[in-house]
């Protein structure tokens, strides 16, 4: 079964340019969250989607935003890039088996690694 | 609300025994524990659940208090490979983590 697979792996952009990073998750997964990793802070918590709709958001500003598709793939887009967005963006799948969230493993994607300048 | 990890970081020499502690402020149903090498992504060591199951690595076990809201992880008879960065999750709303700041290990020949 092939892993959770996130493209593309690095990206530059410039302050005020917006950015899309694709999330193709485990066949069979019906979640897919996204984290923020910085140094220093760890992984960031910023949204979870769930059959198409976002469950739960984090604590980012507005211009941090996602949707899932039918086929569970996500992306996420940040708008107006800031100097400080510059971080590893990971993704993760879970089964998603519709109870017991507490239970649920997290499968990570390598991440896309965005440089702004 | 992310859970707070101790120590930040520990140096070892192979063969030598380390824990790192996760505390939350809030009641847990269960920790998960993953470990990241440099460069890749975070791989899933271990679930522990509220009443004593628990699933994961052969090698590396951990204890899980409920009551304390605690749960730790040791690492025994420590090899190169162990290096990395060690993160405690506990469940938000979702399937969905928070996750602690993370504990840098280092295992020296």
């Known amino acids: 079964k092939a892993g959770v697979t996130q493209t593309p792996r690095y990206l530059i952009k410039t302050r005020g340019q917006q950015v899309t990073l694709s999330c193709s998750p485990i066949?069979?997964?019906?979640?897919v969250s996204w984290y923020q990793q910085t140094p220093g802070q760890g992984l960031q918590f910023l949204f979870e989607?769930?059959?198409?709709?976002?469950?739960n958001k984090g604590n980012f500003p507005g211009r941090f935003s996602g949707r899932q598709f039918s086929n569970s793939r996500s992306e996420m887009n940040v708008s107006t890039l800031e100097l400080g967005d510059s971080a590893l963006y990971l993704c993760?799948?879970?089964?998603?088996?519709?109870?017991?969230?507490?239970?649920?493993?997290?499968?990570f994607g390598a991440g896309t690694r965005l440089s702004v300048l | 609300q992310q859970p707070v990890q101790s120590p930040q970081a520990v140096i070892l020499r192979e063969g030598e025994d380390a824990v790192i502690n996760c505390s939350s402020s809030k009641a847990l149903y269960s920790v998960h524990w993953y470990r990241q090498k440099h460069g890749e992504a975070p791989v899933f060591l271990m679930i522990?659940?509220?009443?004593?199951e628990q699933k994961g690595h052969e090698k590396i076990s951990a204890s899980f208090n409920e009551k304390k809201q605690q749960s730790s992880l040791y690492l025994t008879a420590s090899q190169l490979s162990y290096s990395g960065t060690y993160f405690c999750?506990?469940?938000?709303?979702?399937?969905?983590?928070?996750f602690g700041k993370g504990t840098s290990l280092l295992v020296t020949p």
């Open positions: 522990l659940l509220k009443g004593g």
């Open positions: 993760a799948s879970s089964i998603g088996d519709g109870g017991r969230t507490w239970k649920s493993i997290q499968y």
């Open positions: 989607y769930f059959s198409e709709t976002q469950r």
């Open positions: 999750g506990t469940p938000n709303s979702g399937y969905a983590l928070n």
């Open positions: 066949s069979g997964h019906r979640s």
